[in-house]
């Protein structure tokens, strides 16, 4: 690389080198002279150059007094011994006489606006020093009624400067091509869709429009542009896996908006609706802010002291009756590490017992345990970055655009460049529409496409026989195995056309740069870790692991699932993953624990609900999950609960699950404390408090730290910072981890003992050293099976982008405005069997339970499936949904249920919502 | 132009001869003649060709530019209506030389007549299988589709017809990328104008010194010039670069009906010469640029003697400001401005600012991203060069 000679340009007549990086003359003038050199108003550097607003003008020169030419620098390249000039007479008037221009059609009420003191305008206006014009009675675009249409946005063209920010935004960053820069010349203006009221509009509510737009011209409801703030907090989402990073914009202790800050690595600049505009449940009138005890049916209110003592004479009482096992914890996915680790540490070194799991149970503990069979380690391969280095990309059981906006967001930009796409879902979803192939395979069959896929890849000869010698193990058995595959039995079982796989396992297996993403559509099924392994398999036979753009990689659920795995809440593995029933790993945690470490594998989360079904489990410790909401079969779990003599759970709300308590502890939201989640790509990343705790309620380390001194357990008072010391002494992948370190943008595990992180997993050799081949066949769901004569429909759940999973959280924000139900989708065919039409009320049952849901009929789904989302306590969708479990880890078969659906009545009606339409006029 | 290629069987003719021309030697001859782009940027045609054939793509696009929007420019509807065969086989060989199969030819909506000539010459050509796939039994496969242009004057430029072409709205694009490397859908892609593809055919049969030996290097060749219907033989000529104006003005065209002081020469976007200048120069593309006027694509409006100038002025800022695209902002608000100020004098309400107009001149000149609003300044300071005079009235200078 560095063989190559050195470039130079001139910056203002003194030399400098040009970077790779120095895409324009602009991006090469910042670097060197500083931001503030060249103004500019239509240039994000998000966004790809577009040379609307011509206030970057800069003169250049081919060579030392040769002569000049004005050009934008901001589309400009810089070339080899380029002489820029940054400002001079000429170049100083033209900006002012362009700035001139752009005043004569502005209000400039300053005083008034909300970006007033944030606005760029303003600055590059001040910066040149003009304030007025010399135009005489120019025409302005005056009066545009404000459009307040919206939820969460809004739009003030009166102070649009036609910059065409907000349409890039929306087209290049999050890929939904609302917003349009219509007519021509001086009447130009930005439309929504066609012409219609932003809250009438296909908008996604990501905000990306409203972040970029320099002026107060896009907004919204929270101002979050305003300067009139006391201070910026920056934290991580506690949504999804993701991990963006956030800016809490705080007044008077109070979050005030949320916006993020442009330099980030995970999601550059840009969220989805949930991590930018649905905050305001934190200081909802529902949070619960004092412990309640329940007596006689009843809760009471209680001090802290009173709850930790009811809690401690209880679980004593428990312990010493029947033993450490009579009790168990569920930890949170939505809690920091810190918060995780000192969980499992309380349930495993102060009760002792290792009954301690977490939600990671029901969604990825097949890919955890599934890559760790198959490469060593259970957790993504590549980064999200890599997306930008992938020529292919494989999405099964998975709707980023959804679930994972700004992953998915990203995937799609790509596809619409042009890169190849392969969707495996029994769904048309958004990514789906725009797939080369969409694999529209019926649920839990999975496994036979994936060995079809694989068959083809052998019989067409396009395995990587280098990787596979090199790397791989159980090659020759494995061919035997993937050789015997019948492929048009697969295909018809999976209802799936062979051509289309054949020609998709071919696009995966020559592309450059295969990337394969997957989610709980994988993972949820009764074969949910074979199927795992089978794409570990595609992976390795293609070479598609180790280098830049390729890789393995579950889009992890909720913000920190990857890490509360990580942290031990995991009844077989302790933190960092060491096998607890291991003599060598009990010493280990002996030692940094200070007491015996419990050698006996604790209960899975199914698992304790039998448990205390049988009377053996009696106590019960939850932090943050709303199992009877989540849980499939509810009733089941509703049972469970019923059945024992202490619950106690940590709550921000009063859930559907806290209601069954003993004792309900209130817990506090991320806003309000310190810690690091890990997302999807393994980065740790900072949480910072934004403000203080709700009077009442408590962070939930604190809470768990409290009551381990309590029970007379030596653990320091809880400080988010102290607690990742102790981590990173215990966890061998976090050894170079502090809180400082970690900085804006965080560090991916492993991180060694100098700080050095990691992208990309599996470089040089697995962590099992080779990786393992296996094979499995295809098998029909247990749940199908037994139940398909009298239910022959099949459910499938996911969820939708508005809202989180029981949507505790989204529920109490104006996402509601937008979505308030879950609606059941069906395929044409099985509707007009059923005599069912969109807009109906259907009744949804299987032999667990019932819902009433409201019908769309859509060939979204596939013939014989069924869809919907679970994020309704109305609802309650899990009351329907089965019973069946991954065959190695338990993990729920949401994704695979036997149902039947009926007509109820069409009694729906279409509600008119009344929206507040563009009264205000400036 | 001479007329080797009037009729199907003269095009298979040349046609089966080029296909077994090596690519590289099909190139040279453009090069060799000197051609430029007849269509107003002036770009060599020859390079341009051989740009896109080493750009590296799946797929590559020939398009032809035929949106002709000059005011007094019909030369481009003469050849599509009267030449079509020669315009088509100059598409061909450029996608046989840039390794293209697809061609468009973007035809200005007020041409229905050329848009017949060349659809019938199309499905002529397809059913002889001069064009489709697989053509003359070879392995060059060539198809050409047409659209229809989008009406504003923008839609001309290159990166605007492609996005026009594409869908979207008609919008100037930044540079680079060029179309030879990203041009429609991103693919690799020739924009020539029709005057250029047909000379390029003319040359390629004829051999490139015939051509190159007229004029002189810069300006070589034939140019097709549009005399408007002020002179007493108004039409379309073709006529060796290098000739004197006044030989093209006076003898060609006969003179002039009525008494004029001006012309308008290469569209709306060229210069304005005086009466005076004329006797001056002679046709040829750099003389005029040197002479603070533009040649472009040579058509000539005539402005009359007692035609007031401020009026002209105010013709082309209202040109700009409603064929622009507006993205711009010198362009869409300097256009606007520059159309108020002289709506302004029209009705008596206010005079000419003259600084602020000449500020306002420079900005949109050195400023506007393409040569539509960055180019109207020629004629107008061309007109307060040379007539300033008559305007004198209404001006205040020092604003
Ligand atoms: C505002 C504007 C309008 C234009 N209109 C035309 C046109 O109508 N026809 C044309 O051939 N070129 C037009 N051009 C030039 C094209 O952008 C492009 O340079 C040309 O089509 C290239 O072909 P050539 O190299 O054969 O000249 C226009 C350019 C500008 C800036
Ligand atoms: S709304 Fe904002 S971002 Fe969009 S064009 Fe107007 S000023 Fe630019
Ligand atoms: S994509 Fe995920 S992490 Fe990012 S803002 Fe949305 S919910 Fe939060
Ligand atoms: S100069 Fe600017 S506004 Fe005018 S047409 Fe060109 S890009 Fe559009
Ligand atoms: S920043 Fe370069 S043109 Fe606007």
């Known amino acids: 690389m560095s063989s190559e000679k050195r470039k130079i340009a001139y910056i203002d007549g003194k030399p400098y080198e040009i970077g790779a990086n120095h895409t324009s003359i602009l991006k090469f003038v910042k670097s060197y002279v500083g931001e503030k050199k060249v103004p500019t108003l239509c240039d994000d550097p998000n966004l790809a150059p577009y040379g609307a607003c011509r206030v970057c003008s800069v003169e250049v020169a081919l060579e030392k007094d040769g002569p000049t030419r004005m050009v934008a620098s901001c589309h400009t390249p810089v070339a080899e011994n380029q002489h820029i000039f940054t400002s001079n007479e000429a170049i100083t008037n033209l900006r002012k006489n362009i700035v001139e221009l752009v005043l004569t059609d502005h209000p400039m009420e300053c005083d008034s606006c909300e970006v007033n003191n944030n606005c760029e305008l303003q600055t590059v206006a001040n910066d040149l020093g003009i304030s007025d ?361 999976a209802g799936v056309d062979k051509q289309l796989v054949k020609e998709a396992a071919i696009a995966y297996a020559t592309a450059k740069n295969s990337m394969e993403f997957h989610g709980l559509g994988v993972t949820e099924q009764e074969q949910g870790s074979k199927t795992v392994m089978l794409i570990a398999d595609l992976a390795m036979i293609t070479g598609n692991i180790g280098r830049k753009g390729v890789g393995v990689n579950p889009l992890r659920g909720q913000n920190n699932v990857q890490g509360a795995a990580d942290m031990g809440c995991q009844p077989h593995q302790g933190a960092g993953y060491y096998e607890v029933a291991d003599e060598k790993n009990q010493k280990f945690y002996t030692e940094k624990y200070g007491v015996t470490h419990p050698t006996k594998p604790g209960l899975k989360i199914p698992e304790m609900f039998e448990a205390a079904i049988d009377k053996e489990l009696k106590g019960l410790w939850i932090i943050g999950e709303d199992i009877v909401q989540t849980d499939p079969n509810s009733a089941h779990v509703v049972e469970a609960m019923n059945s024992l003599e202490l619950l106690v759970v940590q709550e921000i709300f009063m859930s559907e699950t806290a209601k069954l308590a003993t004792v309900v502890l209130p817990g506090t939201t991320f806003l309000e404390k310190d810690g690091t989640f890990t997302n999807t790509e393994r980065r740790i990343q900072r949480v910072n408090r934004a403000v203080p705790p709700l009077p009442g309620t408590k962070p939930d380390g604190v809470i768990v730290t409290d009551m381990m001194q309590k029970l007379g357990f030596d653990q320091p008072t809880y400080d988010a910072e102290q607690m990742l010391k102790e981590i990173a002494d215990v966890v061998p992948f976090f050894k170079g981890v502090t809180r400082e370190r970690l900085g804006k943008l965080g560090l991916q595990w492993p991180v060694q003992e100098d700080g050095t992180d990691t992208q990309i997993l599996h470089t040089e050799s697995f962590k099992l050293g080779r990786g393992r081949l296996k094979n499995f066949d295809w098998k029909e769901s247990t749940e199908i099976e037994t139940n398909k004569e009298e239910y022959p429909l099949i459910l499938t759940t996911s969820r939708i982008l508005q809202h989180y999973n029981a949507a505790t959280m989204t529920r109490r924000t104006k996402n509601i405005n937008i979505v308030d139900e879950d609606v059941l989708l069906i395929h044409p065919k099985d509707a007009a069997h059923r005599d069912i039409n969109t807009g109906d009320i259907g009744r949804l049952y299987s032999g667990r339970g019932e819902v009433a849901l409201k019908v769309e009929v859509t060939d979204k789904v596939k013939e014989g499936i069924v869809f919907t989302t679970f994020h309704f306590p109305e609802h309650m969708v899990n009351m329907v949904t089965g019973h069946g479990k991954d065959e190695e880890t338990m993990c729920a078969e949401y994704k695979v249920s036997s149902v039947e659906v009926q007509k109820i009545s069409n009694q729906f009606k279409t509600e008119v919502k009344p929206k507040e339409n563009q009264a205000e006029v400036s | 132009m001479d007329d080797k290629l009037s009729s199907p069987n003269q095009f298979k003719e040349q046609l089966n001869k080029f296909l077994k021309t090596d690519k590289q030697e099909i190139i040279k001859s453009l090069l060799d003649s000197n051609l430029t782009g007849r269509g107003g940027a002036g770009f060599p045609t020859g390079m341009k060709w051989d740009f896109c054939s080493k750009a590296k793509g799946d797929k590559k696009y020939v398009i032809c530019n035929a949106d002709e929007g000059d005011s007094g420019a019909f030369s481009d509807r003469y050849l599509l209506e009267d030449q079509p065969l020669k315009v088509i086989f100059g598409m061909i060989l450029c996608g046989m030389v ?302």
């Not at chain 2, 979207?168 to 250029?196: I, Q």
């Open chain 1, 133 to 493: 014009h010399r135009y005489n009675s120019p025409k302005q675009h005056k009066g545009i009624p404000r459009d307040t249409s919206h939820d969460y946005m809004r739009m003030n063209l009166d102070n649009c400067i036609n910059c065409g920010r907000c349409v890039r935004a929306c087209d290049e960053i999050q890929g939904s091509f609302v917003l349009t820069m219509s007519g021509r010349g001086f009447e130009s203006k930005i439309t929504t869709d066609n012409d219609m009221m932003f809250g009438d509009s296909s908008c996604v509510s990501c905000g990306a429009c409203a972040h970029t737009c320099p002026t107060d011209a896009i907004s919204d409801v929270f101002m979050s542009k305003s300067a009139d703030v006391d201070e910026k907090v920056r934290t991580t989402c506690s949504y999804c896996g993701v991990g963006c990073n956030l800016e809490a914009s705080i007044k008077d202790n109070k979050v005030v908006a949320i916006d993020t800050p442009k330099e980030t690595e995970v999601n550059a600049g840009h969220t989805c609706i949930k991590g930018r505009y649905a905050f305001s449940f934190y200081d909802h009138p529902d949070r619960l802010k004092t412990p309640l005890i329940k007596r006689n049916g009843k809760f009471e209110e209680a001090s802290w002291d009173e709850a930790y003592d009811f809690i401690k004479k209880e679980m004593n009482r428990i312990t010493k009756d029947n033993g450490p096992d009579a009790f168990a914890g569920i930890s949170s996915a939505r809690c920091t590490n810190e918060e995780n680790y000192v969980f499992q540490k309380m349930i495993r070194a102060a009760v002792g017992t290792n009954s301690v799991d977490c939600c990671a149970r029901i969604c990825h503990s097949p890919t955890a345990w599934g890559m760790q069979q198959t490469f060593g380690t259970g957790a993504a391969t590549n980064s999200t970055e890599d997306i930008y280095h992938a020529d292919c990309f494989i999405v099964i059981g998975a709707n980023p655009t959804n679930a994972h906006p700004v992953t998915g967001a990203k995937i799609k930009q790509q596809v619409m460049k042009g890169k190849k796409l392969i969707v495996l879902d029994p769904i048309t979803t958004e990514l789906a529409k725009l797939a080369d192939y969409h694999i529209k395979l019926r649920p839990g069959t999975n496994v036979a496409v994936l060995n079809m896929m694989l068959h083809y890849i052998i019989k067409s000869k396009l395995y990587n026989v280098d990787f596979v010698r090199d790397r791989t193990e159980g090659f020759d058995n494995f061919i035997k195995e993937i050789e015997r595959q019948d492929v048009d039995h697969l295909a018809k079982v």
């Open chain 2, 98 to 399: 840039i390794g293209s199969d697809e061609g468009v030819l973007y035809i200005r909506g007020e041409y229905p007549k050329s848009i017949e000539a060349i659809n019938g010459s199309i499905n002529e050509l397809k059913k002889l299988n001069l064009l489709g796939d697989n053509i003359l039994g070879t392995d060059f496969s060539f198809d050409l589709g047409i659209c229809i242009g989008q009406g504003a004057y923008i839609c001309g430029e290159e990166t605007a017809l492609i996005a026009s072409i594409e869908g979207r709205r008609a919008e100037v694009d930044v540079r680079p990328p060029f179309p030879v490397t990203e041009g429609l859908y991103k693919k690799p892609t020739v924009v020539n104008n029709v005057e250029t593809l047909a000379a390029a055919t003319g040359i390629l049969i004829n051999g490139p010194e015939k051509f190159a030996a007229i004029g002189n290097k810069k300006s070589a060749g034939t140019k097709l010039v549009c005399l408007d219907s002020f002179f007493n033989n108004p039409g379309v000529y073709e006529i060796d670069m290098g000739t004197p104006m006044k030989k093209i003005f006076n003898e060609i065209g006969g003179g002039y009906k009525e008494p004029v002081k001006a012309f308008q020469v290469g569209g709306p976007l060229g210069g304005v010469v005086p009466l005076s200048e004329i006797d001056n120069l002679n046709l040829d593309f750099q003389e005029f640029t040197a002479k603070g006027f533009m040649l472009g694509h040579a058509s000539i409006v005539s402005i009359p003697k007692d035609f007031p100038m401020s009026e002209y002025i105010h013709h082309l800022f209202e040109f700009s400001a409603e064929e622009s695209c507006g993205k711009c902002f010198p362009g869409r608000l300097g256009s606007y401005r520059g159309k108020e100020m002289f709506d302004q004098v029209k009705n008596k309400t206010a005079k000419i600012p003259l600084k602020l107009l000449n500020e306002l001149l420079v900005t949109m000149q050195k400023g506007c991203l393409c040569a539509l609003c960055g180019a109207i300044p020629t004629p107008i300071m061309n007109i307060l060069k040379y007539f300033g005079d008559e305007m004198k009235n209404d001006m205040v200078k020092d604003n």
